[in-house]
């Protein structure tokens, strides 16, 4: 099985969970590519595909402070990081972290609808389910209450959630 592991970064926890489990599952024979916004430790990481750069990832998070729209720059990165992918043509897509400024979510979303994409999607936080807060409790942060949510962003792609 070809397994494409997302995440936001390669170090920290998250991108240790994504690195042990692509170990793992290479272990077992599984061929696996980890992605991540290539901010650092670029020369260590073999079968990786690197999404947008510094550069890129300050313009979104510049836009994104201005709109308050995580998720919906870095056009140009994530239509690279993509075309990588199709040519990788991966059987199961594992998401970790997809927040902070370095993939188009809509892009990476109706990639993932058109060619029928298996996901697999670890949630280490909950951003995902909330007004794009990581940890809502801890904050105060109540915008998923009335805010845009990833799943509506899901929902407005016409993807299934299950």
Request: hydrophobic share 35%.
């Amino acid at each position: 099985m070809k397994i494409l592991e997302i995440n936001q970064v390669n170090f920290g926890s998250t991108g240790h969970i994504m690195l042990q489990i692509a170990d793992l599952a290479t272990k077992k024979g599984h061929e696996v590519i980890c992605s991540f916004y290539a901010r650092r430790n670029k020369d260590k990481d073999k079968n990786c595909i690197y999404i947008g750069n510094k550069v890129s990832h300050n313009i979104h998070k510049k836009l994104y402070r201005k709109t308050g729209n995580n998720g919906c720059y870095s056009k140009i990165s994530t239509w690279n990081f993509l075309r990588k992918v199709k040519k990788f043509d991966p059987d199961l897509i594992h998401i970790h972290n997809l927040h902070n400024c370095y993939i188009n979510l809509p892009m990476l979303f109706d990639y993932i609808k058109k060619n029928n994409k298996k996901v697999v999607w670890t949630l280490h936080d909950c951003w995902s389910f909330t007004g794009q807060c990581p940890y809502f409790t801890a904050v105060g942060c109540e915008k998923w209450k009335t805010g845009r949510t990833l799943r509506s962003l899901l929902l407005h792609s016409g993807l299934q959630i299950l």
